[in-house]
């Protein structure tokens, strides 16, 4: 089992930038394949980025490709979401969460969650 809190969120202009980590208790994070959700006001949360255990292995969602890059240092136990040129459609809760099983980019591939960390990006 691995616990997962997130920190780095906050409010941003347009075009800015902000680094969202992930922090993981637990002496097995590397085990563990890697997402970032997000959920905007009204919205379903959706799939942002992942990461297999080793981080060679990455996947973006179509928005945020380019511009998004997710990685890890297991040494660390932490998972990082560096997000660059922000939009307004960028606002959100973003969440972190961990599977033990195969990756993907459906919300119940994953079995462990964070709280959340509110990123908002003014116009």
């Known amino acids: 089992q691995v616990q997962l809190v997130e920190s780095g969120g906050g409010l941003v202009q347009a075009g800015g930038s902000l680094r969202l980590s992930c922090a993981a208790s637990?002496?097995?994070?590397?085990?563990?394949?890697m997402g970032w959700f997000r959920r905007a006001p009204g919205k379903e949360r959706d799939f942002v980025a992942g990461?297999?255990?080793?981080?060679?292995?990455?996947r973006y969602a179509e928005s945020v490709k380019g511009r998004f890059t997710i990685s890890r240092d297991n040494a660390k136990n932490t998972v990082y979401l560096q997000m660059n040129s922000l939009k307004p459609d960028d606002t959100a809760v973003y969440y972190c969460?961990?599977?033990?099983?195969?990756?993907?980019?459906?919300?119940?591939?994953?079995?462990?969650w964070g709280q959340g960390t509110q990123v908002t990006v003014s116009s």
């Open positions: 969460a961990a599977t033990s099983k195969s990756w993907g980019t459906a919300s119940y591939d994953y079995a462990y």
């Open positions: 637990g002496r097995t994070f590397s085990r563990y394949d």
């Open positions: 990461l297999n255990w080793s981080g060679h292995i990455t």
